[in-house]
């Protein structure tokens, strides 16, 4: 059973993030949406792969997917990957000084704030190990944004290219 302290912390990481979104506007939410789908699958195989190797723990005693990563996966990755392409992308340097901002800060004072509140701590991964895991997909996030565009790109320019009669 999750511990009320837990629940309360599932839905905050859940609503705040996604209610952030009612403010990106329509355009920049169609524009990142599908980099920030990528990387939420993306992260749904990483934080598998971290529960099952044991790099981090929950003080909940039951082992749960569900309970414990899915709500880090589905939720402040996908909002603020997209907010971190709305602020910055076009600027690659920008962008990997927002997320070396953002991934430390989780990295080094959030995680040891959320293992002193007795929600997750980290195992078989020291802080710095942890922030390469949570950095290394900020290039794949500017990959795959970089890719859409290039895409709609040259999609838009087939479609208004004169046809012969």
């Given at each position: 059973?999750?511990?009320?302290?837990?629940?309360?912390?599932?839905?905050?990481?859940?609503?705040?993030?996604?209610?952030?979104?009612l403010f990106i506007g329509k355009q920049?939410?169609?524009?990142?949406?599908?980099?920030?789908?990528?990387?939420?699958?993306?992260?749904?195989?990483?934080?598998k792969i971290?529960?099952?190797?044991?790099?981090?723990?929950?003080?909940?005693?039951?082992?749960?997917?569900?309970?414990?990563?899915?709500?880090?996966s589905i939720g402040p990755y996908m909002p603020l990957s997209m907010w971190l392409l709305k602020l910055?992308?076009?600027?690659?340097?920008?962008?990997?000084?927002?997320?070396?901002?953002?991934?430390?800060?989780?990295?080094?004072?959030?995680i040891n704030l959320l293992k002193k509140v007795k929600i997750i701590g980290l195992n078989k991964l020291s802080n710095i190990q942890f922030f390469l895991y949570l950095h290394y997909k900020a290039y794949l996030l500017y990959s795959v944004q970089y890719?859409?565009?290039r895409k709609m790109k040259d999609g838009s320019r087939n479609t208004f290219l004169p046809t012969e009669v």
């Open positions: 059973m999750v511990s009320k302290r837990h629940f309360i912390f599932n839905v905050v990481i859940l609503l705040i993030p996604w209610l952030s979104l920049s939410f169609k524009r990142f949406s599908l980099a920030g789908i990528v990387i939420v699958a993306f992260e749904l195989i990483n934080h971290g529960q099952k190797r044991n790099w981090w723990f929950f003080y909940d005693k039951r082992k749960s997917f569900v309970t414990n990563e899915l709500p880090f910055s992308y076009g600027n690659f340097k920008k962008f990997i000084w927002l997320n070396v901002l953002f991934d430390g800060a989780f990295a080094f004072m959030f890719l859409a565009e």
